[in-house]
């Protein structure tokens, strides 16, 4: 079992920049592979980022260049540093694990609501 908890989430006008952590209560680096997820309102929940845990990452098409996820092990979180932020961005973001046993994610946050004023 992984408990992940978000926090960072607020209210920010286009163009500023937020930091969203997720504490694992395991070990960040022993979890194969750690992502952001949001769901906007009235949409489908969309894939953000992705850290694997030899370091590879991937993000989708519309964040790349702008966010950036990283491990912090030492601290068992993961960040995901926001900049250049567009009202699209708004969502609740959710953090999750995969443990790396059945190839999709086991584990989720509650999520933390990120808006993005224009």
């Known amino acids: 079992q992984v408990q992940l908890v978000e926090s960072g989430g607020g209210l920010v006008q286009a163009g500023g920049s937020l930091t969203l952590s997720c504490a694992a209560s395991?070990?960040?680096?022993?979890?194969?592979?750690m992502g952001w997820f949001r769901q906007a309102p009235g949409k489908e929940r969309e894939f953000v980022a992705a850290?694997?845990?030899?370091?590879?990452?991937f993000y989708s098409d519309s964040v790349k260049g702008r966010f950036t996820i990283s491990r912090d092990n030492a601290k068992n979180t993961v960040l995901l540093q926001m900049n250049s932020l567009k009202p699209e961005d708004t969502a609740v973001y959710y953090c999750?694990?995969?443990?790396?046993?059945?190839?999709?994610?086991?584990?989720w946050g509650q999520g933390t609501q990120v808006t993005v004023s224009s």
């Open positions: 395991r070990r960040t680096s022993s979890i194969y592979r």
């Open positions: 999750a694990a995969d443990a790396g046993l059945q190839g999709n994610y086991d584990y």
């Open positions: 850290i694997w845990s030899g370091e590879t990452i």
